[in-house]
T-cell receptor, first 113, second 114 residues
Framework: DAGITQSPRHKVTETGTPVTLRCHQT?????MYWYRQDPGHGLRLIHY???????DKGEVSDGYSVSRSKTEDFLLTLESATSSQTSVYFC????????????FGAGSRLTVL | AQTVTQSQPEMSVQEAETVTLSCTYD???????LFWYKQPPSRQMILVIR??????QNATENRFSVNFQKAAKSFSLKISDSQLGDAAMYFC???????????FGAGTRLTVKP
């Protein structure tokens, strides 16, 4: 167990509703990431954080926002969910950039109807 | 932007045989890192092996080894003595020295036949 907990693990929601996914770590790592996984695309970075209140955009950040008020928690918010945001979302942690590997959570499957 | 290409959407191998999964990448950088991750049906992403670009020696982890060809920008994964538990989706990934974005290929689904 890498000490990463994602919640909820499964969620079904309707178009236009707000959704928040939570990632909690017990490793005290500085870096946290949100990826989405879609068939034919592998995993793509949405946003990442390099410290409390320090975040930056990734490759597919449109329609998503993040917040990190504590080292251990990284929240991903869909302000108004769309069907194109139906996906599996993975949180990951890392001790740093470059050589440091990403350790992933178990994933959260989101379905937007 | 760096791109990672896995040209084999699906592969199959007989149990106890050897299989090689292909990966190519595009970058103009000299310092970077390459990874192979395994995703079994449980959906958990598991690191299989890692290679530093500055190292000429190919990385090895038990039955898993890589063939890293820096000039050709190729990073293939060889699985020896394949086991039923090796059946999974395999993702090749690239990460530069100073970039926080790990780029993934689309994945190769490996089936192991008993």
């Amino acid at each position: 167990d890498a000490g990463i907990t994602q919640s909820p693990r499964h969620k079904v929601t309707e178009t236009g509703t707000p959704v928040t996914l939570r990632c909690h770590q017990t490793e005290n790592h500085r870096y946290m990431y949100w990826y989405r996984q879609d068939p034919g695309h592998g995993l793509r970075l949405i946003h990442y954080s390099y410290g409390v209140k320090d975040t930056d955009k990734g490759e597919v950040s449109d329609g998503y926002s993040v917040s990190r008020s504590k080292t251990e928690d990284f929240l991903l918010t869909l302000e108004s969910a769309t069907s194109s945001q139906t996906s599996v979302y993975f949180c990951a942690i890392s001790a740093g950039s470059g050589a440091n590997v990403l350790t992933f959570g178990a994933g959260s499957r989101l379905t937007v109807l | 932007a760096q791109t990672v290409t896995q040209s084999q959407p699906e592969m199959s191998v007989q149990e106890a045989e050897t299989v090689t999964l292909s990966c190519t990448y595009d970058t103009s950088e000299s310092d970077y890192y390459l990874f192979w991750y395994k995703q079994p049906p449980s959906r958990q992403m598991i690191l299989v092996i890692r290679q530093e670009a500055y190292k000429q020696q190919n990385a090895t982890e038990n039955r898993f080894s890589v063939n890293f060809q820096k000039a050709a920008k190729s990073f293939s994964l060889k699985i020896s003595d394949s086991q039923l538990g090796d059946a999974a989706m395999y993702f090749c990934a690239y990460r530069s020295e100073n970039n926080n974005d790990m780029r993934f290929g689309a994945g190769t689904r490996l089936t192991v036949k008993p």
